[in-house]
């Protein structure tokens, strides 16, 4: 069984420029969560989505985070524009549903400098 | 705001020994995971508790869940190489799905 499969695995951008990252999860799960892991630290929610609606989205900074679902699979993550503090790595996860075990991909290296 | 805190933060030591990581908190959680995360990938679940007082055995990993579901720990008995990794631990709060992990744990187990 595949597993969930992020784009690109490694992107280095300048302070105030924009970049996207793409997730596309376990065929079947209808939850998918973006999260946030900064060096050093644990993973951090930034959005929960249940087919294509927002379950929480309660720690996204949405002045300059966005994210969408559109047909309740594939998601995309958009920054614009990007801080230097944005550097970290972005996981997407997957899950059958609420309650079930979520299943991470390789995550997206963010280098902002 | 819910937090996990786990300690240590880093780990070091010779192969054969034992170890325990721990992770506490003032919340309840209705059930707390632990994980393992190698370098460039993603976290890779290990167990779930969901019982206060519960323990469970992965070969030679223990895990036990507070009474009061507030802290776990993660025993790890004669620690090989193939054990270092990051150990992350996560509470689940309500049956939402979403996760609060700890800032996680760095073992490294040398030869």
């Known amino acids: 069984e595949a597993g969930v499969a992020q784009s690109p695995r490694y992107k280095i951008i300048e302070k105030r420029q924009s970049v996207a990252f793409w997730c596309n999860p376990i065929s079947g799960h209808a939850t998918l969560y973006w999260y946030q892991q900064i060096l050093g630290q644990g993973p951090k929610l930034l959005i929960q989505f249940q087919n294509n609606g927002v379950v929480d989205d309660s720690q996204l900074p949405k002045d300059r985070f966005s994210a969408e679902r559109l047909k309740g699979v594939d998601s995309t993550l958009k920054i614009q524009p990007a801080k230097l503090e944005d550097s970290a790595v972005y996981l997407c996860?997957?899950?059958?549903?609420?309650?079930?075990?979520?299943?991470f991909g390789q995550g997206t290296r963010l280098t902002v400098v | 705001t819910q937090l996990l805190e786990q300690s240590p933060q880093f780990l070091s030591i010779q192969e054969g020994e034992n170890l325990t990581v721990y992770c506490n908190s003032s919340s309840v959680f209705s059930s707390l995971q632990w994980y393992r995360q190698e370098p460039g990938e993603g976290p890779v679940l290990l167990v779930t508790v969901v019982t206060g007082g519960e323990v469970k055995k992965l070969k030679r990993l223990t895990f036990q869940f507070g009474d009061a579901r507030k802290d776990s720990s993660l025993h790890i008995t004669a620690a090989q190489p193939g054990d270092t990794g990051l150990y992350l631990c996560?509470?689940?709060?309500?049956?939402?799905?979403?996760?609060?992990f700890g800032q996680g744990t760095t073992l490294q187990v040398k030869p």
């Open positions: 996860a997957s899950s059958l549903g609420l309650n079930t075990e979520a299943f």
């Open positions: 996560a509470g689940e709060s309500g049956n939402t799905g979403k996760l609060i």
